[in-house]
């Protein structure tokens, strides 16, 4: 098979779709290696790496939509990108078609075949190649919202670790998920003192016997909530619902219960947040000050460290890239109904039903596509 990956041009996009490892594991199977000039400098890999790995450098996106098999990308193909998508083409990406009827009518219209990245699933009914850039951005929430927390930033100049004779920042982090898990052992780590909220009982106990003292964890109702809050000097909200806006968790008037200069991380907004006063930012400007209270809200976090997040999704993505490829997306589908469950759009017609529901269109039963 012929892969193309072309270099991601939506503002802001650092990461690139394969890595120079997964261009040599693919060539190995026996495929063509198509990568756009240039594409993974973001994530700080060079045209010499892919080479040396065995894929071909092509000038332009234009050529490489034109040739390829089948395109592997992160973000979700932009206009001018979902104009060269042809029928018969394989698409493997994020699309998160839900919210942007445009987009979905695009690749309706090109006759593609759309497989997406967040509606693959897997045996323990998690969404393995969402997982990793939930990852990234636990991880990363204490390192931002410490830095929220110097003085110079607006905020309250506590050290998460505290020093001998100081005690430590206390960190409230909001939902146990993937998110909250990887956030609060981060912020244990930094020495923070840390709770973790939740209204799962079997996700506590999972956290409780795993973790065991690194961090506590509460049951996430409003009194609770409320009496934390005011102890906080951080928050980190990461909770979901799947399907729904995220809850609002925090209300403006509460902010007036919390210590002046403490950090709200809303890794959830994304989802339209859990705190009532949180508003999608930028990496270029990410924090801003409601009442006193400092608010980190950047809806691509895992931007920041594009390198760390193109290495983590590249190695989600290869087993599905590489089954792709060797049997053809059939095949691979009818072997892995996981994988069929990231089908999204076959041959002008929707094969996903949370996006029929969304956007009120026909669809075609994925087992259907299979034989269409
Ligand atoms: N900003 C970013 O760059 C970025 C990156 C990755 C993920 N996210 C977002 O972070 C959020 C969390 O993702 P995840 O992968 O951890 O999801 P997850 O499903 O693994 O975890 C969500 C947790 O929230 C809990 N929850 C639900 N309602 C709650 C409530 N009222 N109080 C407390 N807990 C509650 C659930 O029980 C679950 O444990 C999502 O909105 C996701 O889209 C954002």
Known sequence: MKIGCPTEIKPQEFRVGMTPNAAQEAVAHGHEVLIQSGAGLGSGFTNEDYIAAGAVIIDTAEEIFA????????????????????EGQLLFTYLHL????????????????AIAYETVTDASGGLPLLAPMSEVAGRLAPQVGAWTLQKANGGRGVLMGGVPGVGPAKVLVIGGGVVGTHAARIAAGMGADVTVLDRSLPRMRYLDDVFGKVFKTGFSSAGYTAELLQQADMVIGAVLIPGAAAPKLVSRAQLATMKPGAALVDVAIDQGGCFETSRATTHADPIYDVDGIMHYCVANMPGAVARTSTIALGNATLPFLLALADKGWRKACEDDPHLLNGLNVHAGQLTYYAVG??????????????KA
């Open 357 to 370: 529901k969304a956007l009120e269109l026909d669809v075609l039963a994925p087992a259907l596509a299979l």
């Open 98 to 113: 839900a919210p942007d009827p445009e987009q979905t009518h695009d690749l309706l219209a090109s006759g593609c075949t």
């Open 67 to 86: 040739s390829a098999d089948m395109i592997v990308k992160v973000k979700e193909p932009q206009a001018i990108e979902r104009k060269m998508l042809r």
